[in-house]
């Protein structure tokens, strides 16, 4: 048991979506392959989501060159987000 452990039990018992992925992520025997399953789940579903809401409805895409730069330099790590590290 280490820190990590506790708090992954500490949000879990804050969101009980957590708590299940917590729960389905200890009982695989392959975690890290789990973990990233899931994680390329939920984006996909957001971004599925996000694409109806925009082409759908017609949101203002004035943003997007904006966010999408923003978020490419986040991933390349050339600009921090604001987590205090």
């Not at 939920?42 to 730069?69: F, K, Q, R």
């Amino acid at each position: 048991m280490n820190a990590e452990f506790f708090a992954l039990a500490f949000s879990a018992a804050l969101d009980p979506k957590l708590l299940a992925l917590d729960l389905l992520l200890i009982e695989n025997r392959r975690p890290r392959a789990m973990f990233l399953c899931v994680l390329l789940g939920g984006m996909t579903v957001a971004l599925t989501i996000g694409l109806l809401d925009v082409l759908t409805i017609g949101v203002d895409l004035a943003l997007d060159p904006l966010l999408l730069a923003v978020g490419a330099l986040l991933a390349t790590g050339r600009l921090h987000g604001g987590s205090g590290h």
